[in-house]
């Protein structure tokens, strides 16, 4: 039966609390008590074992014990008639579900797990990245834009990354050149050794992890807490494909940046000369080389300076005229969802 009584009494007439046994079994056999001795025992007046005495109403009296038994197996039965009700339902609609599977494509099966999934909260994906870590046996090919690498953001995928290295699974891995400032990242590499490679590029895609060339993670949000886990074969080899086209095209990390051959330009500044002569903002400039807004700007007013350029305009006609475009090669990739972020 549903419990009744006060906080301190939190039951119902099947399993009374000992005050309350204690008591009603006094009430039982002495057919009837002061009100007073059943103060302690709120429970009993409330599930109605006591009640008063109509020629005293300083006295209770008891319920007979075969009343009470009664009204138990009544709420019992329609309980349990209740519960028969619901089961029948959920029967009724069930079939009428399954009646409905010829029309849906088949799931994939348990190993597979569903072609694309939903991961909420930085606890599920570690989850679920620490799951495709142990499953992994080949290649893990990774695509971490934002500049710098923190080092606590190295340190948080550590432990997937030396077991990894453990059972001798390959790791690539593509940063922007800021990347290479980073003392981070250049520790990491050297407590890898060879079992991880890096190249950088003047900008890359959103974050991707892909395990083995059958699961990839994406960002699914701006705020780095929902990700997505991909094991649908096509868009595997679509991520894949994306990355080895832009392997071929990064730097090795261990070689140095191609030289502009103009002096007092950077290849940085002709990175951010490429993206002026597109049309894009500083802050769309700055997010996609993984360097501060004041940064970018830095390097734009060196250019102009350089270049003897008083205004954008003119900026744009210097840099056309000083054939900084000339030959300069960046990536023609786009994937969808630039602008998100995620964990590592």
Partial sequence: MAGHGTDGHPHGADRL???????????????????RDAEPV??????ALLHPDPDDMDWLVPTPPQEVMARLLRGMYDEVDASRRRVGSAVEAFE???????????APSAAEGPAIRVLDGLARIQAAMDEATQACTTEVLT??????????ELSEGLHRATALRGRGVRMRDLYTHVARHGHGLLSYLELMGDAVEARTLDEVIERLILFDRTV?????????????????????????????RL??????????????GIEGISHREQSIAALL???HQDAVIAERLGISVRTCRAHIARLSETLGA?????????????????????PAVTVPGRGSRTAR
């Fill in 216 to 244: 990839a993670f994406i960002p699914a949000n701006a705020e780095r807490t929902m990700a997505l886990e991909l094991r649908h074969p096509a868009l595997v080899e679509y991520l894949g494909t994306v990355f080895d």
């Fill in 96 to 106: 009428r579900y399954a009646g409905l599977g010829h029309r849906m494509p088949a």
């Fill in 143 to 152: 695509v971490q834009p934002g500049g710098i690498r923190r080092e606590a």
């Fill in 247 to 260: 392997w071929r095209l990064a730097i090795p990390l261990t070689a140095p940046l191609p030289d502009t």
């Fill in 17 to 35: 609390c000992e005050a309350g046994d204690r008591v009603y079994s006094r009430a039982v056999r002495r057919g009837r008590l002061p009100r």
């Fill in 310 to 330: 008083a205004s954008r305009t003119q900026l744009g006609v210097r840099i056309a005229q000083a054939g900084l475009l000339d030959g300069f090669r960046r």
């Fill in 277 to 279: 002569a597109e049309g």
């Fill in 42 to 47: 709120p429970c009993l007046l409330e599930l």
